[in-house]
Nanobody, 124 residues
Framework: QVQLVESGGGLVQAGASLRLSCAAS????????MGWFRQAPGKEREFVAA????????RYGDSVKGRFTVSRENDKNTVYLQMNSLKPEDTAVYYC?????????????????WGQGTQVTVSS
């Protein structure tokens, strides 16, 4: 079992930056590819970013490419999502997720473990 706890959300103005963190515990962190998803009110949960176990490969959703960066520090059991140039349409609850295996995935059903989410609100 893996426990995931997100932090770093908040209310910011458009154009600002935020960094989300996701701390993992319970199992060997390097066994897991990690992902970020988000869900806005009234919308389906969507893929944001993912990173392989070593951090060597990343993947991003089209709406965040060039603005968001996913990274991880395996010695701290933590994955990050650096969000720059935030837009009002980035407003959502952001979830951290983990899956066993070597490859990144954009499919939420392929992730085994989920955090409780952290709210990000971007005002115009």
């Amino acid at each position: 079992q893996v426990q995931l706890v997100e932090s770093g959300g908040g209310l910011v103005q458009a154009g600002a930056s935020l960094r989300l963190s996701c701390a993992a515990s319970g199992r060997t962190f390097t066994d897991y590819t990690m992902g970020w998803f988000r869900q806005a009110p009234g919308k389906e949960r969507e893929f944001v970013a993912a990173i392989t176990r070593s951090g060597g490969t990343t993947r991003y959703g089209d709406s965040v490419k060039g603005r968001f960066t996913v990274s991880r520090e395996n010695d701290k059991n933590t994955v990050y999502l650096q969000m720059n140039s935030l837009k009002p349409e980035d407003t959502a609850v952001y979830y951290c997720a983990g899956r066993g295996g070597a490859f990144v995935s954009t499919v939420q059903s392929s992730y085994d473990y989920w955090g409780q989410g952290t709210q990000v609100t971007v005002s115009s």
